[in-house]
């Protein structure tokens, strides 16, 4: 997968779930809504490293792989202080 297929994959998943206005989404850059799934919403620090985010995208099929890669490393998330 590439970051454009992915990126696209996930502003349709993300107006399917009604996380946004639609305008809002088809307009945010590929890399913001990419970096909206690599970054703590909570503590604003980053899951994983770019280089596991390449990682990631190269072996997804689809974005729910994506999402699964990103998941994983929950795991060891731990949050940054504010």
């Given at each position: 997968?590439?970051?454009?297929?992915?990126?696209?994959?996930?502003?349709?998943?993300?107006?399917?779930?009604?996380?946004?206005?639609?305008?809002?989404i088809d307009?945010?850059?590929?890399?913001?809504?990419?970096?909206?799934?690599?970054?703590?919403?909570?503590?604003?620090?980053?899951?994983?490293?770019?280089?596991?985010?390449?990682?990631?995208?190269?072996?997804?099929?689809?974005?729910?792989?994506?999402?699964?890669?990103?998941?994983?490393?929950l795991r060891?998330?731990?949050?940054?202080?504010?």
């Amino acid at each position: 997968m590439n970051r454009k297929a992915l990126a696209d994959q996930l502003r349709e998943c993300q107006i399917r779930l009604g996380q946004a206005p639609k305008f809002f989404i088809d307009n945010l850059p590929d890399e913001a809504i990419i970096e909206a799934y690599v970054v703590c919403s909570d503590c604003g620090g980053r899951l994983i490293s770019m280089e596991a985010v390449d990682s990631c995208i190269t072996k997804a099929q689809s974005h729910e792989d994506f999402v699964a890669f990103i998941n994983e490393h929950l795991r060891n998330h731990v949050h940054s202080p504010n």
